[in-house]
């Protein structure tokens, strides 16, 4: 089983950016995708999840209208789109994947928003 997670990198503060987590080892279109994020000194934090057929989606007020999540599961694939950045938002990014009790993390990739 695997998640592993790219698209971060350093943006501008109201930058874009793209982060992509690529699922093998286990049937994607079973599981709810989640991102969360993780800030140096504070603790993990959810962002957004979708549905297994994507149908439902869920942001924590803090994303709101800035980031929208997304999946393809014909290619086994979940995304987050992040718009109007803001130094608040740098963090490391873990996708993760769930399915009744079973949890699947990736390792994260790190986004950094400063001028």
């Known amino acids: 089983v695997q998640l592993v997670e790219s698209g971060g990198g350093l943006v501008q503060p109201g930058g874009s950016l793209r982060l992509s987590c690529a699922a093998s080892?286990?049937?994607?279109?079973?599981?709810?995708m989640s991102w969360y994020r993780q800030a140096p000194g504070k603790e993990r934090e959810l962002v957004a999840t979708i549905s297994s057929a994507g149908g439902r989606t869920y942001y924590a007020d803090s994303v709101k209208g800035r980031f929208t999540i997304s999946r393809d599961n014909a290619k086994d694939t979940a995304y987050l789109q992040m718009n109007s950045l803001k130094p608040e938002d740098t963090a490391v990014y873990h996708c993760?994947?769930?399915?009744?009790?079973?949890?699947?993390w990736g390792k994260g990739t790190l986004v950094t928003v400063s001028s």
């Open positions: 993760n994947a769930r399915y009744s009790k079973v949890d699947y």
């Open positions: 080892g286990f049937t994607f279109s079973n599981y709810a």
